[in-house]
């Protein structure tokens, strides 16, 4: 049930005591956050989940797309989420929900971020649609609350030039720039060859592919103890998707023709058990790129591309990755658009592109500009629509490899129904590029499952591990944690029994998201 409490009968409510500790049971609609006189409304959704204060409280500003899925994914790992949203109702909406509180009022007014607990919080993080809004909210969190580490998202593409530096900027531990993240994202999925087979995990010294059963003739009907010990034990299967769902199998597990299964280990020895992904492009003539936005742009450099700046009126050379030229096979990248004064930009910046102007929407641009005959079509228009279209009708037209850019999850029923070979969703990649931030313990997410419900986990050992050097049979690990493969002195392991973790190592592991808290007790700081 929820209650509106009017502001001038407001009470705390529900407050008790574990262990010393004051935690708050707040469920009703109206008490404010640890006993503030904020006069801004507070919805809190009442829940089965318990109400105890967790380990970690992040505060997220702005209950759109991104906030909404950032706070459903920390809720899901059990962390305290606060988010403040000063559409009233928006607000009303996102606390029917999710099990978090939600305060209603304006981020830059420090009132608003005081009644939002803001003080005692871990993390604060802005994701408006607003880049002001979000970088002055976070000075304010800066200057006002000094233990709380802050993440901004802004678009303008002069923050991507802060990407991995390092630098605080006015204040804000860590800038987000969606286009930066999804070039980078992009930029992987190009170089490990554009194979639907092989799954993006971030980490280079590891694989994760999907193989249907029904093309593998060795898994049917056999168990994963019987296929390993006759295939080998240098790979794993961390999952299984059937039609009722993702499962995680054990040595009885059997395999049936319909299934699909997720195989880990090292590239080369997935090669050598499984064969060369057939649909791997290891080197390639020619890309297209449908728009010239700040992905694009973004990409090219990611991609290695030479680039010219102007300096003193005059051009100067900024060099180019010759190196990442030559592992695609020095491609020939052809740029789309219909505007001409932005490939003008583009192509004075990057003056071995092919800039051509034509109408994204004309129905024989495919035709007319010869897509078909590329090996990588990349659609990455602004309009997620035209993307997906354009991407079909490359891979109609003879193009070997298409890529869709979308922004959210508006097609994600449809994407299913459609056979375009990758997707990149940049709200998850965003989501993604956040949550490794905020998690503790050197924790980075490799890939989400379907169905959302587990995920690879990388994580650093560091010299705090209390258990360095002992055998994993030995370490009683809570159930439900599956090391998936281990990082040690640059190599992969497929782990056993025996095998031991030493500082530094990278430690992947298939958990539910649920159990994340549990990991971090375990590896964190």
């Known amino acids: 049930m929820r209650l509106n409490i009017p502001t001038s009968r407001r009470l705390f409510v529900g407050a008790f005591v574990l262990e010393g500790t004051q935690y708050r049971n707040a ?45 459903s994914e920390l809720i899901a790992e059990n962390k305290d989420v606060v988010i403040i949203e000063k559409n009233s109702n928006t607000a009303r909406s996102i606390a029917n929900e999710l099990d978090c509180i939600v305060e209603e009022g304006d981020g830059e007014n420090i009132e608003t971020l005081k009644a939002a607990g803001v003080a005692d919080a871990d993390w604060f993080i802005a994701c408006t649609g607003s880049d002001e809004t979000n970088i002055v909210s976070c000075g304010f969190v800066a200057e006002n609350f000094k233990n709380v580490q802050t993440i901004a998202r802004a678009r303008n593409p002069y923050f991507a030039s802060f990407k991995n530096t390092g630098k605080k900027i006015l204040g804000v531990d860590y800038i987000i720039n969606p286009e930066a993240e999804t070039a980078e994202s992009i930029a992987r999925i190009i170089f490990r060859g554009m194979s639907p087979e092989i799954i993006d995990v971030k980490e280079a010294g590891i694989q994760l592919r999907r193989i249907l059963c029904k ?24 999952a299984v998707l059937r039609e009722e769902g993702l499962t995680i199998p054990n040595g009885d597990f059997v395999f049936e023709e319909e299934d699909a299964a997720y195989i ?40 290695g591309m030479r680039q010219l700046s102007a300096s003193a009126g005059s051009q100067r050379n900024k060099g180019h990755d010759k190196g990442a030229l030559s592992l695609l096979g020095n491609p020939k990248i052809k740029v789309i658009y219909d505007n001409r004064e932005t490939l003008k930009t583009l192509s004075a910046t990057f003056p071995d592109i092919e800039a051509i102007n034509h109408q994204l929407s004309d129905e024989y641009l495919i035709k007319e500009e010869n897509i078909g005959s590329a090996d990588i079509v990349l659609c990455l228009t602004s309009e997620q629509s035209i993307n997906i279209l354009s991407a079909l009708l490359a891979q109609d037209a003879g193009a070997r490899r298409s890529l869709a850019l979308v922004t959210n999850d508006l097609y994600s029923p449809l994407l299913y129904l459609l056979d375009i070979n990758i997707v990149v969703n940049e709200k998850t990649v965003m989501s993604g590029a956040i949550l490794d931030k905020v998690r503790k313990a050197k924790i980075r997410r490799l890939y989400s499952f379907p169905h959302n419900e587990y995920e690879l986990i990388e994580i650093q050992i560091t010299s705090s591990f209390e258990q360095l050097g002992v055998e994993i049979r030995n370490m009683n690990l809570p159930k439900g944690f599956l090391i998936a493969f281990v990082i040690h002195g640059g190599k992969t392991y497929i782990p056993t029994g025996s095998t031991k973790l030493f500082e530094n190592d990278l430690v992947g592991l298939i958990i539910k998201k649920e159990h994340i808290g549990k990991l971090e007790s375990v590896f964190g700081a």
Request: proline letters at 6%; glycine letters at 10%.
């Open 27 to 71: 469920y009703l609609w109206g008490a404010p956050l640890r006993g503030s006189s904020s006069s801004e409304p507070c919805h809190c959704q009442n829940s089965a989940r318990s109400h105890i204060l967790l380990s970690m409280k992040i505060v997220i500003l702005g209950a759109g797309l991104l906030g909404s899925l950032i706070a």
């Open 215 to 238: 093309k593998e003739p060795r898994f049917v009907d056999e168990s994963l103890a019987d296929i390993r010990a006759r295939i080998g034990q240098d790979f794993m299967v961390p």
């Open 264 to 303: 880990l280990g090292e590239p080369s020895i997935l090669d050598k058990l499984f064969g060369p992904c057939k649909d791997t492009l290891r080197k390639f003539s020619s890309i297209v790129i449908l728009g010239a936005g700040t992905v694009t742009t973004l990409l090219l450099k990611e991609l």
